[in-house]
């Protein structure tokens, strides 16, 4: 017998212990163990009731979803379940940590459960494009009613012990000793002639006729584009429709369709992905990390109030510091108009607002950076404020602060030039709003050293980012593979497609929103202005006005001024076709002699989703990004890819190689420019028949 799962007696009850760290999944050796601990506990003459229960820090969160994929190992999770439910002892769930999908199956093939208030129970499947498929769509309808089952199913959260308890989940809170008290709790139950409680046995009844559909609907728009949440909603149904065996076929029918479906194949890349991501190759789990007790934001503009946020979030004190008491007072307003707005929607308490607001310190010197333990600069985009900045930064701060910029196109490395310390220079591209957007693009210089990048790595996790680690490029990873689709869906517009058919294409692959409603977002001034810098550089690219800069040029920002490429009304962000913008798009046609033509959907998708491709491809074989994965969770967390592709190098891995590279060479073909010349990776492993995974 394997020590995955161990067996005791304990004051008359047998107690079942899953040990399998760090997390006490699921796996092979684990359900063996579960089973054979089962079958001694019941020959175990001197066991009244039996108690099952996880080692270390938890209750199993869940299948092992490394065996996700591969050729499945007896017994199955649903057997080992159906042999507790089927026990004819006792069996009392004690639950601490999270008890998770497979987990929580396990708990509801118990006749009680009982757990510590921190305990959390969950059934996040959904997250890895799944359902659960071990009886948790048949047993917790018939335990904790058709609504409840249909919003923890469909939604995946985790429930805290205490509301588990009132949805009648969990029979009872118990104190910190949980083996103890489960099997005291055990005992009394034996005492007392309790039943057991097998939930199959149990009636699972709809709360109203029209409960099912009305769910599907609201997830019409929250989960547009999912497979999984209405799988789910499929599967309770059967709870009610039908008896709990068919149910159960039914559930693992659907089960069995989602886990062959590329869309949770996705979902399970992006798990391990978010994972991974922190992993910085190179970098070790040893390599020495400073402490960041303290942090000074240079800036309080847009970017530098929401980036002081997140440090005031989880804690740090920040000291803020402008260059006029008028922008500093502006600034610090906003943030406490943004923690009052948050307040209101009753996320955070006002006393959270004042704690928060205590821990800034806003200023006009410099000199009050001297203690601090990181700086992140947000000033203005001009290399010339930038070097004045860091140059003073140098002179002010202690040996071993972090310096860090939060510029989005400027030369890392040279900012890093203008201190005597390059080592201790990195990038923290934060996205907007800085308080919300979970991407942190990390970038790390030339000379970086490896101490600092693990500590802002590190930071990053604390304070609720997603961190990764890319090199200095024009762009980084993330807006270099953006621009290249946003010339492309300009070029696909000037060819003859409207801004609201490709805005279609792009929205309707599963972005929250096309290239074009994006840049009224954003503001069309602020590409207006890069290419106005880039064209003044000389840069061949950015000599002509495109038609975007055209309506720039009439004042037509986007959202902010109410048209852009959209018009807009008042209070109403819905971006409308305007027909003074279609007279502009013609009249530039007529301007560079073109024909417009009929342009297909499929070909403003392979060119707008190929182009980001070929550069992505490109950022890897330069090292700007170190793994495929990096790429992919930049664009999941910073752009809205959609989760159920996987990120941009995952979905091209499906898509496959050959077909991509075989479209990126026509297009090179058909109309030239740098963004199609094919990369050699991308040539190399469509040659290989391999994928960008497959690459590292
Ligand atoms: N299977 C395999 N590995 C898992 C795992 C699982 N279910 N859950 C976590 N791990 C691994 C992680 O990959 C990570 O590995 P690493 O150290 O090599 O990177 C390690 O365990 C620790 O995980 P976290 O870094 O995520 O640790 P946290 O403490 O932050 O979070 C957690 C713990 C809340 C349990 C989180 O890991 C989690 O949400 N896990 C997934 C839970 C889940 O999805 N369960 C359902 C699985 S599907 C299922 O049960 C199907 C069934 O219905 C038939
Ligand atoms: P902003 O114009 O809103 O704010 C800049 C602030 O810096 C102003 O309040 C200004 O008074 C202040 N400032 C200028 N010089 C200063 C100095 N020497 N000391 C103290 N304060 C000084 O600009 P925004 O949008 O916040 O951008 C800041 C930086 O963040 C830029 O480098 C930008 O490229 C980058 N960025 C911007 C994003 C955005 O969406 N706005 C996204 C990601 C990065």
């Not at 009982?114 to 499947?125: K, L």
């Not at 290249?484 to 497609?497: F, I, M, S, T, Y």
Request: hydrophobic share 40%.
């Amino acid at each position: 017998m394997s020590d995955a799962v161990t067996y005791e007696r304990r004051d008359g009850i047998g107690v079942i212990t899953v040990n399998n760290p760090p997390v006490n999944a699921l796996g092979q050796a684990v359900r063996q163990g579960l089973k054979e601990c089962l079958d001694q506990g019941l020959a175990d003459g001197e066991a009244r009731a039996l108690v099952v229960t996880g080692g270390g820090n938890t209750f199993p969160a869940g299948a092992d979803i490394r065996e996700f994929g591969k050729p499945p190992q007896e017994p199955s999770l649903p057997d080992v379940i159906d042999a507790y439910e089927s026990s004819d002892k006792l069996v009392v769930a004690a639950i601490h940590g999270t008890a998770l999908g497979g987990g929580l199956e396990v708990a509801l093939g118990c006749d009680y459960r009982v757990a510590v208030e921190s305990a959390a129970v969950g059934v996040p499947e959904v997250k890895l494009g799944l359902l659960p498929g071990a009886g948790g769509t048949q047993r917790l309808p018939r335990l904790a009613g058709v609504q409840n089952a249909l919003e923890m199913i469909t939604g995946g959260n985790q429930v805290k012990a205490p509301k588990a308890r009132d949805m009648g989940i969990i029979d009872a809170i118990v104190g910190a000793d949980l083996v103890d008290e489960a099997v005291a709790y055990a005992n009394k139950l034996v005492s007392e002639a309790a039943p057991r409680r097998p939930i199959r046995d149990m009636e699972a009844s709809a709360e109203s006729d029209s409960v099912f559909d009305d769910f599907e609907k609201g997830l019409q728009k929250k989960a547009r584009g999912f497979l999984a949440p209405f799988h789910c909603v499929k599967a309770v149904r059967a709870a009610v429709d039908l008896p709990f065996r068919e149910g159960l076929k039914r559930e693992r029918e659907l089960f069995q369709e989602l886990m062959d479906s590329p869309q949770s194949k996705a979902q399970r890349h992006v798990f391990f992905a978010e994972r991974e991501v922190g992993k910085v190759p190179g970098i070790g789990k040893d390599t020495p990390k400073r402490e960041i007790k303290s942090v000074g934001v240079v800036g309080a503009g847009t970017m530098g109030g929401g980036i002081a946020m997140n440090f005031l979030n989880a804690g740090i004190p920040v000291i803020i510091k402008e260059v006029k008491q008028e922008a500093l007072d502006k600034g610090l307003s906003v943030i406490r108009k943004n923690y009052e707005s948050t307040a209101k929607k009753g996320r955070i308490s006002m006393d959270d607002v004042d704690k928060r607001m205590g821990l800034i310190m806003p200023t006009l010197d410099y000199d009050d950076f001297k203690d601090v333990d990181l700086v992140i600069e947000a000033v203005f985009e001009s290399m010339d404020v930038k070097q004045d900045v860091f140059e003073t930064l140098d002179r002010v701060c202690k040996p071993g602060a972090i310096l860090a910029t939060n510029t989005s196109t400027l030369d890392v490395n040279r900012i890093a030039s203008f201190t005597g310390r390059p080592e201790d220079v990195m990038g923290m591209h934060f996205f907007s709003p800085a308080n919300v957007m979970k991407l942190l693009e990390n970038v790390r210089g030339d000379k970086t050293s490896d101490e600092v990048v693990a500590t802002v790595m590190d930071l990053s996790k604390r304070i609720g980012k997603v961190g990764v680690c890319v090199g200095v490029c024009d762009g980084f990873v993330g807006n270099r593979m953006l621009h290249k689709r946003q010339a492309e869906a300009v070029a696909l517009v000037d060819e003859g497609a409207s801004p609201e058919q490709v805005d279609k294409v792009i929205y309707d692959f599963g972005f929250p929103m096309g290239p074009f409603a994006m840049s009224d977002l954003a503001g069309l001034d602020i590409g207006y202005s890069i290419r106005l810098e880039r064209r003044k550089a000389g840069d061949p690219d950015a000599q002509e006005l495109t038609w975007l800069d055209k309506l720039a040029e009439k004042g037509r920002y986007g959202q902010k001024t109410q048209a852009g490429v959209y018009r807009y009304e008042e209070g109403d962000r819905t971006p409308k076709p305007d027909p003074e913008v279609a007279e502009l798009i013609e009249q530039h046609r007529r301007d560079k002699g073109i024909t417009p033509r009929e342009v297909s959907d499929q070909e403003i998708l392979e060119r707008c989703m190929y182009v980001m491709v070929n550069e992505g491809s490109k950022i890897l074989e330069e090292g700007i990004a170190a793994r495929a994965l990096d790429v992919d969770i930049v664009w999941i967390y910073g752009y809205g890819f959609p989760v159920y592709r996987g990120g941009t190098m995952f979905w091209a891995d499906q898509v496959g190689l050959g077909e991509i590279r075989d479209r990126v060479r026509q297009f090179y073909q058909d109309q030239g420019g740098e963004q199609w010349k094919p990369s050699p990776l991308l040539e190399q492993l469509a040659s290989e028949g391999k994928g960008f995974h497959d690459a590292k």
